[in-house]
């Protein structure tokens, strides 16, 4: 099993930045990508941005965060980042971590954090 843990949600207005974190712990051996989703009320989950675990760290940002949204990783802490800048309000939404172990072929998400744009 691998447990998730996400920090960093906040209330930030317009325009503003926020950096979320995700670490990874238990049987973390074999992790393949790591990356970020959002939820809203009523609405399926989206994928926001990807990241390869391991070897050169290859990225996959969604259209509608790309040049404001990076990820990032810190393997030896078994951390995914999430920078967020220009926020907008329609980024409102529960941010989750999602790992996937290709040794087990699982998937694992984290409880969520809650990103809140307004001014």
């Known amino acids: 099993q691998v447990q998730l843990v996400e920090s960093g949600g906040d209330l930030v207005q317009p325009g503003g930045s926020l950096s979320l974190s995700c670490v990874a712990s238990?049987?973390?051996?074999?992790?393949?990508?790591m990356g970020w989703f959002r939820q809203n009320p009523g609405f399926q989950r989206e994928l926001v941005a990807t990241i390869t675990f391991t070897g050169e760290g290859r990225t996959n940002v969604a259209p509608f965060v790309k040049g404001r949204f990076a990820i990032s990783r810190d393997s030896a802490k078994n951390t995914v980042y999430l920078q967020m800048t220009s926020l907008k309000p329609e980024d409102t939404a529960v941010y989750y971590c999602y790992a996937f172990q290709w040794a087990t072929n699982s998937e694992y998400w984290g409880q969520g954090t809650q990103v809140t744009v307004s001014s």
């Open positions: 238990g049987n973390i051996s074999g992790l393949r990508v």
